[in-house]
């Protein structure tokens, strides 16, 4: 290790110390003197001389390092145990700011100066947003902090434990596999839930259609619909309608792009002119609508049984998948994933990313995926018929019409087969 490194390393210590404390300072600034532990300088001193802790850990000094960390941590604690002059218990985000300071510090001093300064921007940001993080955690109900629990168990306390390899029959399921997709799915869907509950209240209908679309456009469909055929004027439904459908055509090719990149470039120039029609008719009903609040969201998507569900389906998709590919080819699998996709496009595109780049052809798939769009179109195109009648049908033309375009582009696509 030369010089340079090793200065590099005290170096990041000390902004970690320095950045953290910029933030702590300016936070305490309306303190009496005298009843401030750390500063600026204080902070910048502890990441510093916990950088050359970590470095004398570097060079096998193990004694040095842990003294140096120790005496770090316990001045801290002697000087944040005896604040004079506060009559109330004082707040502990602070010691424990410091405590972080230590540890990022000797991350740094340790040889991972590139860690360290990652981790000291996101405690310096979590610091700094302390209005916008209370503000988010009082908008949340008892149905949000749950979700939250079980989204948690779904990506955290399930996926780590799953073995990585082919099993089951005709080696179709790889476990680890099947749940990261699981774990990606209710990820976009607890997002979009997410945002809808902060923004969407706040922005009427066009905010819920737009985040709630990303998540899931046949609840948004049917809400809208719904409000649309009660009520005696409309608002923004058929926009909103609209644009739900068309933020679907975006989430399908997100999906492909990180599912199954092979087939992305086929699949967005197919989806392309569609996706121009809807969302220009989306926004033409947009301008053309008067403003009005915002609906009723769709409930929270994220639920460990229909998860289970979810990848009990999708692992029975794969098998099927394997099975066509070796009896039918590739043709057999392009039938396979429009009937699967015909329920749930989703599970089409997953089961299409655990296929090898050998059983379809890209253009061939990319096909396959977009008839499962138009099917999925002709439901909402019926929901909305169902729930709103004729005050309905700027909605259904403007969906109508992106699927005509859709089943040209495919029908184009054929002929280059």
């Not at 300088?41 to 050359?52: D, M, P």
């Not at 179709?172 to 509950?197: C, D, E, I, K, M």
Request: hydrophobic residues 55%; positive net charge.
């Amino acid at each position: 290790m030369n010089w340079y490194w090793q200065g590099l390393c005290a170096a990041t210590a000390l902004a970690c110390g320095l950045l953290i404390g910029i933030e702590r300072g300016f936070d305490l600034r309306g303190l009496k003197a005298g009843t401030r532990v750390a500063g600026v300088r204080t902070f910048t001193l502890v990441g510093l001389a916990s950088g050359l802790a970590g470095l004398a850990g570097q060079f096998g000094q193990n004694f040095a390092a842990g003294a140096l960390v120790a005496g770090c941590v316990a001045v801290l604690t002697v000087g944040y145990a005896h604040r004079p002059g506060l009559k109330r218990r004082p707040d502990a985000t602070t010691p424990v700011a410091a405590l972080a300071t230590v540890g990022l510090g000797f991350v740094a001093g340790f040889g991972e100066p590139g860690l360290a300064i990652a981790g000291a921007t996101i405690v310096t940001l979590l610091l700094a947003l302390k209005t916008e993080v209370h503000g988010f955690v009082d908008k949340l109900d008892e149905d949000d902090v749950k979700a939250l629990a079980r989204y948690a168990v779904i990506a955290g306390a399930v996926l780590p434990f799953l073995p990585n390899g082919h099993y089951g029959p005709l080696g179709a399921w790889n476990p680890q596999r099947l749940w990261l997709v699981v774990v990606l799915v209710t990820g976009f869907s607890f997002l979009g839930y997410v945002a809808n509950r902060i923004f969407g209240e706040r922005h009427g209908t066009i905010a819920t259609a737009l985040i709630g679309g990303a998540y899931s456009s046949t609840a948004v469909t049917q809400s809208l619909a719904q409000r649309l055929g009660s009520e005696l004027e409309g608002g923004a439904e058929n926009a909103g309608i609209a644009l739900a459908t068309a933020v679907m055509y975006l989430r399908a090719v997100l999906l492909i792009g990180i599912l199954s990149t092979r087939v992305l470039l086929p699949f967005a120039i197919i989806l392309l002119p569609a996706t121009i029609v809807a969302w220009g008719a989306g926004l033409w009903l947009y301008r053309k609508a008067p403003k009005c609040d915002a609906p009723t969201s769709p409930g929270n998507p994220i639920a460990l049984l229909p998860a289970f569900g979810f990848v009990i389906f999708v692992a029975f998709a794969a098998v099927a998948a394997k099975w066509a590919a070796g009896r039918f080819g590739e043709h057999g699998i392009a039938v396979l994933l429009l009937i699967i996709g015909s329920t749930d496009i989703d599970t089409a595109i997953i089961t299409l990313g655990g296929l090898q780049p050998a059983a379809i052809s890209s253009l061939l798939a990319a096909m396959a995926i977009a008839g499962t769009i138009i099917v999925n179109m002709g439901v909402k195109i019926g929901i909305t018929l169902a729930y709103s009648g004729r005050r309905g049908l700027p909605a259904v033309v403007a969906m109508g019409t992106g699927v005509v375009v859709l089943a040209v582009t495919i029908g184009l696509a054929w002929t280059q087969l």
